[in-house]
C-alpha cells in the first residue's frame, strides 16, 4: 500500500472509505424495506391470481409455497440475506426470471435516459446560471430567474404530457413513447441513429427540474465567489477577467453543483418512475411501480439496492470531481 | 449580535423582512396567485356548489363549447372547472399538512442531533441517510401502497419522506448556533435542554426553516399530483393530478383535460416558490450579518 | 372474378381441414409469404406458455407456438387442430381424440399421445382454472401414439370447448423433465418450444417478443408470416398512436381509448373487428354485493340499488356504446345459453325509495339513508364506481369509492372479505360452468381464493340447477336448467348484470386473417398474411 503512488491510490482508498461508511446505510435500507414492504396489503400470490383472473385453493396454496410465502417472515428474510451474501438477488415472481437478469436488460435505457437528462441539466443549468451570474440584477438575470423558477415549478409529468400534444400529437415530429422503433426498426445501428428522437422530450421532462436548480445554483455561488478577496487580488494582479472567471470563479462556483448532483442521481430515479410511465419508457422507474403493483419484492429490493450503490458511486464521482476542480481538497 | 436570543429581539428585523419582502415584485405576484387558489379553496362550496364528481352534462364539451361549463367535461360528463376549483382544496390541505409532518419530524430530528452531537447524532444522521438513500417517490408510492390513497396518508406519507432535508438544516444550524455565548450563558443558567433546544436555540434557527418550508410546500403539491397522475390518489375528492391522470388517455382527442388542471399546479407551485424566494432574499441580509 | 374467389378463400382459409385439402389453391391464390407483422399487448406475459397461467398476454401468444387438441368457430364450433378425430361416448365419460400424423415439435421430436397425457394431467394440476374445469377427468391412456382416451368421473358438457390451444396448451413433455413437480419454473415457460406456425426467437425483457415462422409447420405451406413481434405498450393512448402511424400493425382487447375510436374507424389505414371474443368473452361487468355485509343481506336493498342503475348509460359513457346490455349472469354473446327473457329490475327510483323504506332504511331529514364503500377493480371498474356513487346519490345512498390496486382489491374481497360490494369485470368464457358458476355456487364462497364467491351467495335452488347443469349431457335440459338459474339470479340479485363489452381488436388494412375464429386475437395466426409480403 505503501507503495502505491498517490494519485493512483486515491480512487480505491476513496472507494473503500465511502463503502465502509454506506454499509449500514445499505444494511438500514435493506432491512427497513424488506420489512416495510411486507406491510403492503396482498402479496405476490394474490397479484397473480389478480393478473390471471382465476384461481382454486390448491392453486394458490402451491403458489405461496411455491414463492415460499407460507414460509415465517423471519426465515423469509433470512433466505433473502443468504441469498444477497452470495449475490443472489432472487427470482422475480412476476416475470419468473432472474432478477438479475430482469436488472441488466433494463438498465442500458434507465442509464441512458438518467446520463441524458443529467447532462442537459448541468451544462444548461450551468450556462443560465453564468448568464444570469454576468447580467446580474439586470433585465436578462431577471428573466431567467423567472423561466428557471418556470421550471423548477412545473410537474414534469405535465410538462412531458404537454410536450407530446405539441411535438407529436400536433406537430408529429417526435415519437409519443417506447425507447425505440417498435420491433425491428429498433434492433442495430438503425436503432441507435434514431435513439435521439426518442430520448429527447422524456430526458428534457425530466432533466428541466434539475436545470433549474444548477442554474440558480451556479448563479448563488459565481456571484458568492466574485466577491471573495482572491478573485479582487487575481483582478488586481491584472489576469483577464475572462481568465478569472473560467479558471477561478466558475472552477469553485462548480463545487456545490456537483454536490447537488450527487445528491440527485436517486432521486432521479424515483422522478423516472413518473416520466418512465408518462412516455412508456422500459427503464427501471416503471420496473419498480411495476414491482410494486405486482408485489414482486425481491425486484424491487434489487432496484433499491442498486440506487444506493449509485448514491454510493456518485459520492464517490463528486469526491473526485472536487479533487479535480479544488487542489486543496486533496490535501485534506 | 448576542443579544438576539429571544423571538420580540426578532420584531424589528422581521418588520425589515416583511418590508423587503412586500417590495419585492416577484414575491407580490406568488402571494396574489396564492391568494386567489385561497379564495378558490375557501370558497369552493359557494363558487362550484355541490359535489365536482357529480355528472352533470354531455360528456367531452371543449372550453367554451357550452357557457355552463366555461372549461368543459371530462370523460364522465363532469364539470371541470368545478374540479378545479374543488381540487384546489386538496393541493394546498396536502401541501401544507405534508410540510407540517415533515417539520415536526424534521426539525426534532435535526435539533436533537445537531444539540447533543456525539452519538445520537450519529444514529440519527444514520437514520436520515437511510430514508434518504432509497429514491424518496418510490417510497412514497409504498406508503401510500400499504395505507391506501386518501387526503392523510397522502399528505403524512410526503412528509415522512422529505423530512430529512430539513433534518439536515436544522442540524446544521444547531451545531453553528449550540457554542454561541447565549447558549453557554443558558447552560450556566441551569436551563434545561428541552428549554434551551425551543426556546433560545430554534427561534435562531428558524429564518431558514420558514424559507425551506415554502419550497418544501411546492415539493408537497408536485408531489401528490405525481402520486395522483399515477392513479394513487383519494377517489372521492377531484385533485389536479387526479384530473390530468384520467385525461391523459384522452390526450390526443381532449388535451384540454390534462391541460387545465396542471396550469393549475404550475401556477400554486410557482406561487409558493416566488414566495420562498422573497422571504429568502429578504431575510438573507440579516441571516448574513450573523455569520 | 378474382375478387369473388378471393373472398371465398379467405372464408375457407379459416377451416384448415378444407384448406388442406385444396393446398395448391393456397399456393397459388392469394395469401403472400413473408413479411414482419408487429402486434402490441398491453402487459409484458409472466410466462408464454397458457399453461400454468390465464394473464391476458399469455393466452393472446402462447397459442402461436403450443396448439390445442381444437379450435373453435366464431359459435364455438369445434374444428380440428391437432386431433383430427374426436369421439364422446354416449355417456360423456370418454373422450377419444385421433392426433394429426406427422407433427413435431420445434425441436424435431414427435408429437405424441404422451404429450397430450402430460399437458391434460399438468393442466388439472397447475392451470388456474384448470382444478375445476378437468376436475372430473380422471386419466388419459395412450394406446397407441396417435390415440388419447380421456376418461372421466362424470359427465362434463363443457369440456369439449375446453380443447382450445389458449385454455389446454398442448405441451412438450420432454420440455419438462426435472419439473414434474413444478411445471411453473421449467424454462419452457420463458422459451417454449411447441408445435405451432411459429417458433420462439427471442424475449427482450421489458421491450418485445420475438418469434419466427416455423418452416416446418404442418400445415404447410402456412404460416405465411416471417417473423411476428410482440411489443409491450402499457398506455392506451401510445397503442394509438402506434397503430395510426402504422409502428404497430395488430393490437387486440380494445386496445385504444375508446375515445380514439372514432378516428381509428375513419384511417383509411386500418380495420376495426368486434368478433373474436366468443370464447374468452373478456370484459363482463357486474355489481358485485357482500351477502354478509348488513344493508345487502337484505334483499330490498339490493333490488334498490339495481333499480337506480340505467345500464345504458354506463355502456354510453364509459364504453362508448361498444357492448351489450347484459342485465343476468350470463353474458348475451353464449347465444346457446344465454336467455333474452331474463327478467329485469327497470330503472325506477321510486320503486327504490320504497323498497329501501321496507327494509328499514327511511330516508331522514336531509334524504339521507346511510353511508357504504365500494371497491373497484382497478380499470373501467372504478369509473362504473364512480357511476354508482352518482347515481345512488339521489337515493340517499352517500357511496365512498375506495382506490387500491389489483393486489389489494383481490385480497381485501377475497381474502380479508372486508368490503360492502365491488364493481369488477371479468371474463364469462365459453361456458356458465367455467365462467360463471364460480361466482353464484355455495361451494366455490371459499375465502382466500380470488375470483370465487365473493358475494357468499348461498341458494340450495341455485346450487341444485348448476350442479345438475354442469353434468347434464342432454343439451336441452342442460338449458332449462341454465334459464332457470339466469331467472333466480335476476330476482334475487346477488350481484348486478351491467355490461358484456365489445372486445375490438385494430389491425392495418394490409393484414389478412388476423381474427378467424373464436379465439380472435388469441388463434394461432397460421392464416394470417400481409397483402403485399
Redesign the interface.
Known sequence: MAKTHHGAGRVPRLLARLLLRALPTVVGVVVLIYFFLRLVPGDAADAIAADAGAATSAGMEALRARLGLDQSLITQFGQYVWGLLHLDLGQSVRYNAPVIDLIWQRLPDTVLLMVTAMTIAVALGIVMGMTMARFAGRLPDRLLSVLALVFYSVPGFWIGLMLIVVFSVQLGWLPSGGSGPIGRAGQGWAGVLVKPRYLLLPSVSLGLFYLSIYARLTRASMLEQAGQDYVRTALAKGLSPRKVMFRHVLRNALLPVTTMVGMHVGAMLGGAVVVETVYNWPGLGKLSFEAILSRDFNVLMAILLLSSFLVIAANVMVDLVHGWLDPRIQET | MTDMTTTTAMAPAGSRALRLFLRNPNAVAGMLILATVLFAAIFADLLAPGDPLTMVAQPFLWPGQNPAYPLGTDMMGRDVLAGIIHGSRVSLAVGLAATATSLLIGTLVGAITGYYGGWIDRVGMNLVEIVQTPPNFLLLVVIVAIWQPNLPTVAIGIGAVSWPTLARLVRGEFRAIRGKEFVTAAHSLGFSDARIIFREVLPNALPPVVVTSSVLVATAILMESALSFLGLSDPNRVSWGSMIGEGREMLRTAWYLAAVPGLCIFSTVLAFNLIGDGLNDAMNPRLAGRE | MTKISRRTFNLLAGTSALAMTLPHIAKAEEPVVGG?V?M?VA??P??LVSLT????STVILSPKITEGLLTFDFDLTPKPELATEWEVSEDGLTYTFKLREGVKFHDGTPLTSADVAFSLMNLKK?H??G??TFQSLEKVDTPDDLTAVLTLSQPAPYLLTAFSAAEAPIVPRHAYEGFED?P??SPN??APIGTGPFRFVEW?????ILMERNPDYWDAPKPYVD?L?T????????R???LESG??DLAGWSPV?L??M??IKADPNLQVETRGNEYQNNGFYRIEFNLENEYFKDVRVRQAFAHMIQPQQILD??FMGYGDLARGPVTPSLKKIYDPETPVLEHDPDRAAALLDEAGYPADADGKRFDVTIDAR?GVA??I???M??VL?PLGVAV?????????????VY??RDFAFNAQG??QLFDPTVGTQ?FYWSQNF?P?????NAAAYQNPEVDALLEAAAVENDPAKRKEQLDAFQHVIANDVPAIGLIATHQITIANVNLVNFCTGALGISGNFADLYLKDG
Open positions: 414482419s408487429t402490441a402487459d409484458e409472466p410466462s397461467t390465464t394473464s391476458a397447475v388456474p382454472r382444478q375445476s413444478n411453473v419454473a415457460g420463458n427482450a425483457r421489458g421491450s418485445y417473423e413481434i411489443q409491450f405498450v402499457g398506455d392506451a393512448s401510445v394509438s398512436i402506434g409502428e404497430i381509448p375515445t380514439d372514432e378516428r359513457i364509459v382497478p372504478s369509473q364506481a364512480q357511476y356513487r352518482n346519490a365512498t369509492v375506495r382506490n387500491e390496486d389489483q393486489s389489494a382489491y383481490v385480497r381485501r381474502t380479508d371479468s371474463s364460480r371459499r382466500g381464493v380470488p375470483y370465487s
